[in-house]
């Protein structure tokens, strides 16, 4: 296990899986840093979970959205595409998901 001081403080993705492949990085040192690295790229979304979470529990209406340490927001949606209220671009692997399980039946994609 590597020593506090071996580990850069916002070490890129691939610094981080040679530490992890290589063993210089523990299981609890990687999720801190990845953590770390989530918080920091989406402080927008952690200041709206911060606000929502003041009048709806867990910050959203829907409890299978949440994830820890806190959600994203989406802003918008372009196709498979969607963008966080940070500016991330995700792929949505859920594309159409509600009017699948809302309608009762199997739809084309």
Do not use: W
Request: hydrophobic residues 35%; without cysteine.
């Amino acid at each position: 296990m590597a020593s506090p001081a071996a580990i850069p403080m916002n070490p890129s993705e691939e610094a981080i899986k040679i530490q992890v492949k290589t063993g210089n990085m523990n299981l609890k040192e990687t999720l801190e840093v990845a953590q770390k690295r989530f918080v920091e790229r989406n402080s927008r979304s952690l200041k709206i979970f911060e606000e929502a979470t003041k009048s709806l529990p867990g910050g959203n209406t829907r409890h299978v959205l949440f994830t820890a340490p806190f959600p994203v927001y989406l802003q918008r949606g372009e196709g498979h595409q969607v963008f966080s209220e940070d500016d991330q671009m995700y792929v949505s692997y859920k594309y159409r998901y509600d009017m699948v399980r809302l309608s009762g039946r199997t739809i084309s994609l």
